[in-house]
């Protein structure tokens, strides 16, 4: 099967690299097709080959050709997006961290699904070319676990399936806990909530336009951007087998 990938240019976005010897670079790439491991010959030693660098985050066409063994080679990486606000900014880089390690840790090798790479490309596209927004991190938890199938349903408890919102419902809270699957209806509610806007709010970020939810999300109150944060990572919390190093630097941030 390898063979299929002979020469092939395709769009990719890198997601992370670690050393490989003295000279050369293991780089971990997303593609329509995938997630892929490539050699990257002499990364380290010389930046003639891969002239924009290979940061993770950045977006362009990667050609992989058959390389020693069973690990693909990289041959060359075209960015096809301005990577450096990236560098400039302690923020977006944060953000661009976030994006890739949630990214790189959520999707095994062997999930190949362009609605998966759609939403990583956009996210990034959207938090390098413009300035970066919590919400834009919202929207792509859950766009991210909503391609992966990992996101159960918002409006409808997760025990029963009765819908949890009555009628034109935009107020108050329903029940919520992340480990029992999801929101909860009164009866089988526990301590656990979430307020009704922030729910609103997620299951806009999920299947509405983006810009237009953006912007509302970005104007909602401190405690209703919490409640979203806190509902979407709750359920991101429950695929992850280890705490990501990204948002410990996400922590060391100044707030502001
Ligand atoms: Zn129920």
Do not use: N
């Amino acid at each position: 099967m390898k063979a299929k990938f002979q020469g092939r240019a395709e769009p990719a976005v890198l997601l992370r690299t670690r050393p490989l010897g003295e000279a050369d670079l293991i780089a971990v790439l997303l593609t329509a097709d995938g997630k892929r491991e490539a050699v990257a010959a002499s990364a380290r030693r010389s930046r003639k080959r891969f002239v924009g660098g290979l940061a993770p985050g950045m977006r362009g066409v990667a050609t992989l050709t058959p390389g020693k063994g069973t690990l693909m080679r990289l041959s060359s990486f075209e960015p096809t997006g301005d990577h450096t606000p990236v560098g400039r900014d302690l923020t977006r880089f944060a953000y661009v961290a976030y994006v890739c390690e949630l990214t790189d840790e959520l999707i095994g090798m062997d999930v190949h699904d362009p609605l998966v790479f759609g939403v990583v490309q956009a996210t990034l596209a959207a938090i390098i070319e413009h300035p970066p927004q919590p919400a834009a991190l919202r929207q792509f938890e859950l766009r991210l676990l909503h391609a992966l199938g990992f996101l159960p349903p918002l409006a409808a408890c997760c025990v029963c399936r009765s819908r949890v919102l009555a009628g034109q419902q935009t107020t108050g809270v329903v029940g919520f806990d992340p480990l029992r699957g999801g929101v909860l209806c009164r009866e089988h509610r526990g301590p656990g909530e979430v307020l009704v806007t922030s729910l609103l709010h997620a299951v806009a970020l999920v299947e509405g336009d983006a810009a237009e939810v953006l912007e509302q999300v970005g104007e909602a109150s401190a405690s209703v951007r919490r409640g979203l944060r806190d509902l979407t990572f709750g359920f991101v919390r429950q695929h992850l087998r280890r705490p990501l190093k990204s948002l410990a630097f996400f922590a060391q941030l100044p707030r502001g």
